[in-house]
Structure formats: structure tokens, C-alpha cells
């Protein structure tokens, strides 16, 4: 099959929003950039994903050409797209576009509306990640690198799935200390404040739900490496100590019998336990750790932690 510049019948099945910020994107008939230039999109575009090619390093894009005014088909490298959602989700397609060359001074381009608003909350922070990401923005077959990393853009903002082969990258929701689940389908994550809790979500972006707000101050959810306990710190016990000046926080249950403390200081020092449910937030317990056990993981070979 061939690309033409009749309406499109199928209806896109993701989008992506272009993260270049100084240049506008090139989009061209075939996945290479051997193929010619057929159209050019704009910084913070967003355009309607189609397909893909079997590697997902190019994704089939739909956009307007202005001369005349039609519907059609190109393609753009993924690595220049925010994707909304999974790119290995899209059909692998291979059809080439026949929309005419692009000229400059013919106006062609993404403009049509409803396809092409302008987002720019979405592609300033999309920006920000490709430039963190800038080292692994070559496909996975320069790199060797397989899998999906998980991120946080700032300490409770965006959480963000890196695919490691075809250097797509999407957002998920916001939170704090992503870990993705060992069959790579599932990212755990913790929120605090009036959403405090552990609660997952689809690596798509989808179904989020709330598993467990039985304890606060929750942190560093890790997966055991058979998917079926989520392993996290809780820092919601604490004891009541007073600063002598000695360099330590004294527990005031430790102070000498008969030491007045009107005019002293109290403070909490908490401390880290460690803890498990299962996926479903049932089988809450804590496990066997020092008082300070906190940044967890989880491998075969046990669980090691963190302790001051």
C-alpha cells in the first residue's frame, strides 16, 4: 500500500508532541531520511500517530498539506516525539507517502486545528526530559540497551517511561520514586500530602489506581523480583527528643530523673521501617530491619537497604 492524500479513515491511536524547540521537524514519505521531505512541523506540535515501523525508531504521523488543502500521511523519527501512551502499540506499517515534495515557499505544513493544537505546558516539560535523556537518545541498536526505564522529572512532578530501543518517551502521571514491575507492565509510585498512598499505573499511562494509604510518609516502593510484593519505606513513627547541644537528638525518656525541661526544645526524630503488600494493597505487614532501613531493592538474592 502506498500513502495518498485522501482523508484518512482510520482514526489516530496515540499522538506525540514535537519536543524540537528551535527548528521545526521534518516529516518525510518513508522511515528514513533517505525518503523526501514532505511536510515540517512545528516546536511543541502535536501530531497523530498512525503506526510504526517494525523497530518503532519512525512513527507514520498524520498531518495537512496546504496546496491543496488534504489530509496525508508522513513519517518522523520517534526520538523527536513526546508519545502519548506506548509506541509499540501501533500497528508496524510500511506504506509510503504520495504527498507532494515539500517547498518552502509553499506554505506545507501541519496547520489543521484539530490536529495540530499547540500544547505548550506539554512540550516545554517534554523538552526538559529529552535534554535529561540527551546521552541515550540513539536507538537501542547503537546502545545495545533493551527494557523501559521509569523517572520523575522533580521530586512530585511528571513520571515519565523511557523505551531504551527506540528512544520513545511518554508521560504517565505525577508522583514520586517510580519502579517499574519485572515484567515491565506495571510502575509502582507513591504520592504524599492529601493523596498519600502507593498506587499504580498501566506503563501505557493508564488505569491508575490507589493500593494502599494504611501509613504515611511512604517512600522508594521496589517490586520482589516475582511481581507479587511491592517492598517500601515508612517513616510514620517517631520519638521525642530534645538537643542538648551534644551533637544527637536525646530520646526524653533517657534524660537523667529530676532534669528540668521547661525551657527545652522538643523535636521528633522518625524512624524507617520497611514494609510489604501485594499488588491488590492487601497483606500489609512490616518486615524484619534496623530503625533506619530506608531505599530498599529487591533482587533474588535478598533484599538490601540503606541505614544511618
Known amino acids: 500500500a502506498v500513502g495518498s492524500t485522501e482523508p484518512l479513515t482510520n482514526p489516530p491511536l496515540l499522538s506525540g508532541a514535537v519536543t524540537l524547540s528551535n527548528s521545526r521537524l521534518n516529516i518525510r514519505s518513508g522511515p528514513a531520511t533517505s525518503y523526501a521531505v514532505v511536510g515540517k512541523a512545528q516546536p511543541a506540535q ?61 506554505r506545507q505544513s501541519v496547520t489543521d486545528p484539530s490536529t ?45 517511561a523511557y523505551r531504551l530501543y527506540t528512544g520513545a518517551l511518554w508521560s504517565l502521571t505525577n508522583g514520586f520514586d517510580p519502579a517499574i514491575s519485572p515484567d515491565g507492565q506495571t510502575v509502582a509510585f507513591v504520592r504524599e500530602g492529601g493523596e498519600n498512598g502507593i498506587y499504580l499505573i498501566d506503563i501505557d499511562g493508564g488505569n491508575e489506581r490507589l493500593i494502599f494509604s494504611g501509613r504515611t510518609r511512604l517512600s522508594s516502593p521496589k517490586w520482589s523480583p516475582d511481581g507479587q510484593w511491592i517492598l517500601f519505606t515508612r517513616s510514620d513513627e517517631y520519638s521525642e527528643c530534645v538537643d542538648l547541644g551534644r551533637g544527637g537528638c536525646v530520646d526524653v525518656n533517657r534524660l537523667p530523673p529530676g532534669m528540668p525541661t521547661d525551657n527545652l526544645t522538643l523535636s521528633k526524630e522518625y524512624e524507617y521501617n520497611l514494609a510489604v503488600v501485594d499488588p491488590d494493597g492487601d497483606h500489609y505487614h512490616d518486615i524484619a530491619a534496623l530503625e533506619s532501613a530506608r531505599v530498599a531493592d529487591w533482587s533474588k538474592a535478598g533484599i538490601v537497604y540503606q541505614s544511618s
Open 46 to 106: 502535536i501530531l497523530p500517530l498512525l503506526g510504526r515501523n517494525e523497530r518503532g525508531d519512525w512513527v507514520q504521523v498524520q498531518f495537512t498539506v496546504e496546496a491543496p488543502a488534504a489530509a496525508a500521511m508522513g513519517w518522523v523519527a520517534s526520538r523527536y516525539l513526546a508519545i502519548t501512551g506506548d509506541l509499540l502499540s501501533l500497528p508496524v506499517v510500511d506504506a509510503v507517502s504520495t504527498a507532494p515534495v515539500y517547498q518552502e515557499d509553499s
Open 116 to 160: 495540530a493544537t499547540v500544547n505548550a505546558d506539554l512540550a516545554q516539560t517534554a523538552t526538559a526530559a529529552n535534554q535529561t535523556l540527551a546521552a541515550a537518545t540513539t536507538s537501542g541498536s547503537a546502545t545495545g540497551l533493551t527494557g523501559t526505564l521509569v523517572f520523575q522529572s522533580s521530586p512530585g512532578g511528571l513520571l515519565y
